[in-house]
């Protein structure tokens, strides 16, 4: 079993709606839980981290956190084309090193 | 904030030198810096781990006499390719880790395109 899976994609959304990125991880001790946005040719960019279960909020992007479900998502409100990337998901315990997912791509049309 | 710079963004050079990439936290010190590579439509791959003044943990498959780690100081580590073939051509991303308040965050250098004639 993957320790962090995610849909490979790509997730195709038209501007303005809002894209919803999931990953589920298997270790259930899993502790901090990251997003990057890495653009192609790009290294990857952190958007935002979240730890305790429920939502936690940064501008357009949400992070929904469930521990019981081993489950995190990360929402995209008002999609723009810019926002077109692959977008990894990272878990790690303690002071581990972080286990990334493959990651998903995501399309936002004009 | 959490700025990384790393130093050549791109090289290209010919089979049988050495490279050397170095990776800085501006404005943060490391606790951890990690060494990634990725090919092409490829994910990461980690590479090796290092602590400042420790000596780095290569993953498996990773040559430690190839791939030099040295990690100086709590904002400089480099990664020396020697002896670089064409295989090793990919790009190579730093990430170092910054310790908050309540978890280790990891940031990510630009990365290096390494191109080997």
New interface residues.
């Given amino acids: 079993q993957k320790e962090v899976e995610q849909n490979s994609g790509p997730l195709s959304v038209p501007e303005g709606a809002i894209a919803s990125l999931n990953c589920t991880y298997s270790d259930r001790g899993s502790q901090s839980f990251f997003w990057y946005r890495q653009y192609s040719g790009k290294s990857p960019e952190l958007i935002m981290f979240i730890y305790s279960n429920g939502d936690k909020e940064d501008g357009r992007f949400t992070a929904q956190l469930n521990k019981a479900s081993q489950y995190v998502s990360l929402l995209i409100r008002d999609s723009q084309p810019s926002d077109s990337a692959t977008y990894l998901c990272a878990v790690n315990k303690g002071y581990s090193t972080l286990t990334f997912g493959k990651g998903t791509m995501l399309l936002v049309s004009p | 904030g959490?700025v990384v710079s790393q130093h050549p963004s791109w090289v290209i050079c010919k089979s049988g030198t050495s490279v050397k990439i170095e990776c800085r936290s501006l404005d943060f010190q490391a606790t951890?810096m990690?060494w990634y590579r990725q090919f092409p439509k490829q994910?990461?791959m980690?590479m090796a781990?290092s602590n400042e003044g420790s000596k780095a943990t290569y993953e498996q498959g990773v040559e430690k006499d190839k791939f030099l780690i040295n990690h100086a100081s709590l904002t400089l580590s480099t990664l020396t390719v020697t002896s670089a073939h064409p295989e090793d051509s990919s790009?190579y991303?730093c990430s170092p880790r910054k310790r908050g308040e309540?978890?280790?965050?990891?940031?990510?250098?630009?990365?290096t395109r390494l191109l080997v004639l």
């Fill in positions: 959490a951890t990690f994910s990461l980690l781990t790009f991303i309540f978890q280790e965050t990891q940031y990510f250098g630009p990365g």
